[in-house]
């Protein structure tokens, strides 16, 4: 867990009114603490690619969240076929069966 | 055979003679396109996003380029530290956190049945919505996380969250209390409250699961003799029977006076024998010794493998 501070020294473009932005529009949701907000990892990383959105991308504060929207869709979208393929499993045979079903089913848009 | 290497200009698509401006649009254009956080599926654009970063910070230092160009110094070294994207944490297992399952609404009844996922906190659509989760970070005492406690943290908007701290957590655990979180929008569920427990250390108990250690310093007539020592547990002092003849490092358990969760095993304080000498030894202890010495002694090497080299 990080404060505040060690974030801004660790992230690279994030300065101290850019990190408040990105709070008060819930584009981060670091834990409440006592001391004050506390970021893991993930949030880091989160800031660390919103600073990169703003600053190389030249992304601005109103599509910031329409991109983050979508990464973060896109990203439950990834889990949940990683689950679904787990959950199928490695045996070949299901595998090919599991396909021939599919393209026995579906229907071409 | 050495491979040519492709100079800056080139991994950015850039003439030699480009602008600073014309630089910056060429590698703002080719990160928008590159960047691992928006190609998530896609592991070839990170070494291409990588090279192109170097080529931009590399060209983007004025006189670094001036030199460059003069032929002084080479491109290379210039590569940034390998940097964690967001992905590798997103896909991680506290990834799903600001994951959004909008457009699954179709698919979320087999998905939360099967792999254990509510509908997520979508955000942005005309749906019903369960509310984002809050989370929060609460620092405990050692005894409290033994013993259980009831504890009080402000919430964002100055409101108070009671939480109960069931004895035995342990730190690093994460306590949900379901709807507690932000309400939900058009009718949909409130989110959770998430907190993250981190447990503060003792100066004189340390922990191992649900055993508790301590280490207790004896006497070394305790240590020949014997003796009954009084020891600190968390549910009062006990009195600890030093059998005859214990070294130091000897390990004495009290079953049942270590962590006792709710639904597991309580576990046992595991006491640690020491023996400690006076910080200045007095007469009547070193003429006892000496007595012993020079009736023989005892050999504490005698079993020792220390022996056979």
Known sequence: MMTEKEVLSSVSGMSRSSLKICISQSWVTPAQATEGAMFDELDVARLRLIAELRRDMGVN??????????IDQLNAAQRRLRA??????????????LADWLKSVTVQD | MSVKTKT?????????????????????????KLHPDLNPGNTGNEERFKEISAAFNFLKDK???RRYDAGEIDASGQEKPEHAYYRQYSSGPQGHRYENSAGYEDLNDIFAQAFGQGAGGARGANIRMRGGDLRFHLKIGFRDAVKGAKQRVTTPDSGTLDITIPAGIRDGQTLRLAGRGQPGLNGGPPGDALVEISVASDSLFMRDGNDILLELPISIDEAVL??????PTFDGSVKLKIPVGSSSGRKMRLKGRGVKPAREKAGDQIVTLRIVLPKTPDERLKSAMKTLRTSGGYDPRADWKGNAT
């Open chain 1, 84 to 97: 679904l393929d787990r959950a199928i499993g490695q045996d070949p045979d299901r595998r090919r069966s």
């Open chain 2, 8 to 32: 800056p200009y080139e991994t950015l698509g850039v003439s030699p003679k480009a602008s600073d401006s014309e630089i910056k649009k060429a590698y703002k254009a080719l990160a928008k």
């Open chain 2, 226 to 231: 014997g003796g009954n020592v009084t020891v």
């Open chain 1, 61 to 70: 504060d109103d599509a910031v969240p329409i991109i983050l929207s979508l």
């Open chain 2, 63 to 65: 006189e670094q380029r």
